[in-house]
Nanobody, 119 residues
Framework: QVQLGESGGGLVQAGGSLRLSCAAS????????MAWFRQAPGKGREFVAR????????DYASSVKGRFTVSRDNAKNTVYLQMNSLKPEDTAVYYC????????????WGQGTQVTVSS
């Protein structure tokens, strides 16, 4: 049983910054990938960024590349999403997810944190 908890969301003006955190607790597993997804009102789930806790390798959606940075703190079982140059279209509920490095699906999800960017 792996539990994920996101924090750090809020309301910011366009061009501002936020830093999201996701902490994993409970029974964790080896070769873990952790990722960020988001879902805007009336829209489907969108991949944002991923990091391997084993290798540090990262991957980003084209829409956020160059603006967002995902990082890890393995000692704390925590990942971060630094979001800079925020745009109104970044407004969404942001979710943290975890999977085995060699799997395609994400069995573990956090509750989500709201990010709202005003124009």
């Amino acid at each position: 049983q792996v539990q994920l908890g996101e924090s750090g969301g809020g309301l910011v003006q366009a061009g501002g910054s936020l830093r999201l955190s996701c902490a994993a607790s409970g029974r964790t597993f080896n070769n873990i990938d952790m990722a960020w997804f988001r879902q805007a009102p009336g829209k489907g789930r969108e991949f944002v960024a991923r990091i391997s806790l084993t290798t540090g390798s990262t991957d980003y959606a084209s829409s956020v590349k160059g603006r967002f940075t995902v990082s890890r703190d393995n000692a704390k079982n925590t990942v971060y999403l630094q979001m800079n140059s925020l745009k109104p279209e970044d407004t969404a509920v942001y979710y943290c997810a975890a999977r085995n490095r060699f799997n395609a699906v994400y069995p573990y999800w956090g509750q989500g944190t709201q990010v709202t960017v005003s124009s």
